[in-house]
């Protein structure tokens, strides 16, 4: 098994105990290893990446180390005065001293460590969950504040970029494939309207970054639910983990995202439409935990613009959806035919949702 021959060329102690499929992500193989020696036990999360999809590991790793040793740094000088104790993942070197490995056949590894004693959850499970899962993108937001962008790699130049993916989304549907995939239901045709009718709109965030009110920052960039980590003690959060999309970017990808998983109670991958409505309640809470760590670094500019967040990034992962679904499911992994379709179909009916609480959402925003 190659995972359990890759997990032994990091610089971890022990002997090999396990090695297992872990996790529920849709691009990397992750794994939960687990070591011992006669005294203790080491577990870590090991990933094989997924060049198809991060074609540079080597900047994708440089960001990793760059973000985890700048944000360790400044947790233990806050320490003293947090109300909890914060964590970050940590990058496990090669013992080669590398941040990764590579395989025989090319393909690169990683290691970093486990949070200790916390959980994820694929979806929102009480209105303090949410607080604290607006807290933790905040923390985490305010503790890469001060990172220049120009120290990290674009490594998914693109990304969150909504008019690219139109651009992909034309490119797909312009095929055969695509045609005839587009053409395949009457759910897939409404799919397609749903995107002609707002293409022209999709381009707020850039047109306001390119007119100079929105600035890039270090983003997450996948800061969803079941990125946030809750400590098994004090149910409070203690960390986010799934660092790979870090990258200069505008922050509202990160709220707009965050909100959008964590306000969908019905998950991403339901089957029951009737189900699907941005929680209000819900944001309101996330937000007003946001903002205890990051009111001090947004601009008038930047909260001008938060609705817009919040409607284009559902918007956007649907498009990313039907677009894979049209190009034949090479991006998202899938387990059943039509299954990225179905994705994308929850995405929209959740960004009309947005769409039609619009005025409660900007209630919210201007009170908070």
């Given at each position: 098994?190659?995972?359990?021959?890759?997990?032994r060329?990091?610089?971890?102690?022990?002997?090999?105990?396990?090695?297992?499929?872990?996790g529920?992500?849709n691009?990397?193989d992750?794994?939960?290893?687990i070591f011992?020696t006669?005294?203790?036990e080491?577990?870590?999360?090991?990933?094989r990446?997924?060049?198809k999809?991060?074609?540079?590991?080597d900047?994708?790793?440089?960001?990793?180390r760059?973000i985890?040793?700048?944000?360790?740094?400044?947790?233990e000088?806050e320490?003293?005065?947090?109300?909890?104790?914060?964590?970050l993942?940590a990058?496990?070197?090669?013992?080669?001293?590398?941040?990764?490995?590579?395989?025989?056949?090319?393909?690169?590894?990683?290691?970093?460590?486990?949070?200790?004693?916390?959980?994820?959850?694929e979806k929102?499970?009480?209105?303090?969950?949410?607080r604290?899962?607006?807290?933790?993108?905040?923390?985490?937001?305010r503790?890469?504040?001060d990172?220049?962008?120009?120290?990290?790699h674009?490594?998914?130049?693109g990304?969150?970029?909504?008019?690219?993916?139109?651009?992909?989304?034309?490119?797909?549907?312009?095929?055969p494939?695509?045609?005839?995939?587009?053409?395949?239901?009457?759910?897939?045709?409404?799919?397609?309207?749903?995107?002609e009718?707002r293409?022209?709109?999709?381009?707020?965030?850039e047109d306001?970054?390119?007119?100079?009110?929105?600035?890039?920052r270090?983003?997450?960039?996948?800061?969803?639910?079941a990125?946030?980590?809750?400590d098994?003690?004090?149910?409070?959060?203690?960390?986010?983990?799934?660092l790979?999309?870090?990258?200069?970017?505008?922050?509202?990808?990160?709220?707009g995202?965050?909100?959008?998983?964590?306000?969908n109670?019905?998950?991403?991958?339901?089957q029951?439409?009737?189900?699907?409505?941005?929680d209000?309640?819900?944001?309101?809470?996330?937000l007003?935990?946001?903002?205890?760590q990051?009111?001090?670094?947004?601009?008038e500019?930047d909260r001008?613009?938060?609705?817009?967040?919040?409607r284009?990034?559902?918007?956007?992962?649907?498009?990313?959806?039907?677009?894979?679904y049209?190009?034949g499911?090479?991006?998202?992994?899938?387990?059943?035919?039509?299954?990225?379709?179905?994705?994308?179909r929850?995405?929209f009916?959740?960004?009309?949702?947005?769409?039609?609480?619009?005025?409660?959402?900007?209630?919210?925003?201007?009170?908070?």
């Open positions: 098994m190659k995972s359990a021959l890759v997990s060329m990091f610089a971890v102690d022990g002997r090999l105990v396990s090695v297992q499929p872990t529920s992500g691009v990397n992750t794994y939960l290893a011992r006669t005294f203790s080491q577990r870590f999360i090991l990933q990446i997924n060049r999809v991060f074609p540079h590991p900047r994708i790793m440089d960001n990793m760059v985890t040793e700048h944000v360790h740094q400044r947790i000088q320490a003293d005065f947090a109300d909890r104790i914060w964590q993942p990058v496990i070197p090669g013992k080669d001293g590398k941040d990764y490995v590579v395989d025989g056949d090319g393909e690169y590894w990683r290691a970093i460590s486990l949070i200790a004693s916390a959980h994820s959850y929102v499970q009480s209105q303090e969950h949410a604290e899962a607006g807290i933790v993108l905040g923390h985490f937001q503790m890469i504040s990172i220049p962008v120009e120290r990290l674009d490594t998914l130049e990304f969150h970029v909504t008019p690219g993916y139109l651009k992909k989304y034309d490119q797909a549907l312009a095929t494939e695509g045609k005839t995939r587009a053409d395949s239901s009457s759910n897939s045709r409404q799919c397609r309207n749903f995107v009718d293409r022209a709109w999709c381009s707020v965030l306001a970054k390119d007119r100079g009110e929105l600035a890039l270090p983003i997450h960039g996948d800061p969803k639910v990125n946030i980590m809750i098994d003690f004090t149910g409070k959060g203690t960390s986010i983990v799934d790979d999309t870090v990258k200069p970017g505008l922050i509202h990808y990160d709220i995202d965050c909100l959008r998983s964590c306000c109670r019905a998950g991403e991958e339901t029951d439409f009737s189900a699907i409505y941005f209000t309640d819900l944001c309101e809470t996330i007003r935990g946001y903002m205890i990051a009111r001090d670094f947004l601009t500019a001008h613009y938060l609705f817009d967040a919040i284009l990034i559902a918007f956007e992962l649907g498009l990313r959806f039907y677009a894979d049209l190009a499911d090479v991006y998202f992994k899938t387990v059943y035919e039509g299954q990225n379709l179905n994705r994308a929850v995405q009916r959740l960004c009309e949702s947005i769409e039609t609480r619009e005025r409660q959402i900007r209630e919210i925003l201007g009170r908070i």
